[in-house]
């Protein structure tokens, strides 16, 4: 009985394939030979997929008669058997909308079914090209075939989403730090790329683990990826963070007293925090998307946001770094990983170096960005971190705004943090710390951010 109703549903598509123009347009995109089990259904959708793709317009049956008889390698019973298919097609009246969504859940159903067949040939060594690595990311394709109708904003026609979509709270996610609110409006949305420009041992990694550490208070998932340091060393410093203490005392810190810390850190919050170490150099966006599905498939695990340590030391998945100028293959590793941030609907924070000038510079600008200023040209926030001997004395660091998309970046020009380097912490100081010249500050009250997010921590 399930095959029968297989059939006609396949029958049904072959045939509005050739009647219905508009639900042609929209689903033969989409639907591939090797969702029909019938050779002969194969046969006449590859047919009806070559006329609609060379003259733009819809078969009639005797076109595809005649276009089939002129096949080579159709014998002629199989040709029998299609011209007796193709003459039962007729017009009928049936919901565009039904047979949309029905089709849509035929081609999900036959994509899974071919990759769990796929995967059971890799298994048993008859596919020669793939190894048994290959299997999720087969089923994963899969299990994301999906109908995407969408072929652009009609601006009259849409006007109504439009304006709903003016009047809709973006979700951004909030800081701890106030002054980094101010700037965003709020905090940081999905789909974005963030970035910190600082020289080396300024606060890089400091302020990843710090953020990564907020969010996961929030109850936000968070995935770090490290290329500088091991696994270990970073969720040491995610410790002294969370736990309160310092890093050396970590490292004394009786067992007892580190688990039921710990524990009570698992009890504040619904998040998890994955942290996953690559080799220096060595890994790119696609290896990060890979590890992402992996983590959903393995551990049912989906990230709010991505931190990455750090952007210059990633690679590229299009060039190879000995062929290319760094100016295009940093900026090359910055596009992927702003369109990973798109697939994924994450934000991703991560890093970049200063040049030697910069490196001395307490006023940063873009053009201390070092190897390539594709990388400003990407990302949707640039701040600078900076500090001296002075600012170390205060335990503070100061901050400046060198690209921002979310908010007027000459708002809030620069201004200053407090550091406890010693638990890997930032906070907010006092306003009477905020002696910047140039800073261009203003005070905004908690509302003005407030109301742009929907998130509250």
């Not at 998890?272 to 890994?283: C, G, H």
């Not at 906070?427 to 997010?453: C, H, L, R, W």
Request: glycine residues 4%; aromatic residues 10%; contains cysteine.
């Amino acid at each position: 009985m399930v095959e029968i109703l297989s059939e006609r549903i396949e029958l049904t598509i072959l045939r509005n394939l050739v009647y219905n123009e508009e639900f042609t347009r929209k689903v033969l995109p989409f639907v591939k030979e090797e969702y029909f089990v019938n050779r002969e259904e194969q046969t006449l959708f590859g047919e009806i997929f070559k006329f609609v793709d060379k003259y733009k317009n819809l078969p009639t049956k005797e076109t595809l008669l005649i276009e089939l008889n002129q096949r080579k390698d159709i014998n002629q019973e199989e040709l029998g058997r299609i011209g007796d298919l193709v003459k039962t097609f007729s017009e009928d009246d049936i919901d565009t909308k039904w047979l949309l969504d029905t089709t849509e859940k035929f081609c999900k159903d036959r994509a899974v079914h071919n990759a769990v067949l796929d995967g059971i040939k890799i298994l048993d060594k008859k596919d020669k090209e793939r190894s048994p690595e290959a299997i999720p990311s087969i089923l994963s394709d899969a299990l994301a075939v999906s109908f995407d109708n969408h072929v652009g904003h009609d601006y009259i026609e849409d006007a109504k989403s439009r304006f709903d979509w003016y009047h809709t709270k973006e979700k951004r996610f909030k800081f701890d730090l106030d002054y980094f609110n101010r700037i965003t409006k709020g905090g940081v949305p999905s789909k974005t790329l963030n970035v910190a420009l600082a020289g080396t041992g300024v606060g890089k990694s400091l302020f990843m683990c710090h953020c990564a550490s907020n969010f996961l208070t929030q109850g936000q998932n968070v995935l770090y990826i490290t290329l500088e340091m091991a696994e270990e060393r970073i969720a040491e410093r995610i410790d002294a963070n969370l736990l309160d203490v310092s890093m050396d005392d970590l490292h004394v810190m009786p067992k007892q007293l580190y688990d039921s810390k710990v524990e009570k850190i698992n009890a504040k919050t619904n998040g998890k925090l994955i942290i996953k170490e690559y080799p220096t150099a060595s890994a790119h966006s696609g290896h990060f998307r890979a590890l992402l599905n992996e983590l959903s498939l393995k551990k049912s695990f989906k990230p709010d946001m991505v931190f990455i340590d750090y952007l210059n030391i990633c690679s590229s998945s299009r060039f190879k770094g000995g062929n290319i100028s760094s100016y295009f293959y940093i900026k090359a590793i910055a596009e992927e990983l702003r369109g990973l941030a798109v697939e994924f609907d994450v934000p991703i924070f991560t890093a970049t170096q200063t040049t030697r000038t910069g490196f001395v510079s307490t006023d940063i600008g873009l053009e201390d960005t070092s190897e390539s200023f594709g990388l400003p040209a990407t990302a949707d926030f640039m701040f600078a971190l900076m500090s001296n001997e002075e600012l170390e004395a205060l335990g503070q660091m100061k901050v400046k705004q060198l690209k921002n998309r979310y908010n007027d970046p000459s708002v809030n020009r620069a201004f200053i943090v407090g550091v406890d380097r010693s638990k890997m912490r930032l906070y907010d100081v006092q306003q009477a710390a905020q002696n910047i010249v140039d800073s261009n500050q203003k005070e905004t009250p908690e509302s003005a951010y407030d109301k742009f997010s929907d998130f509250k921590l």
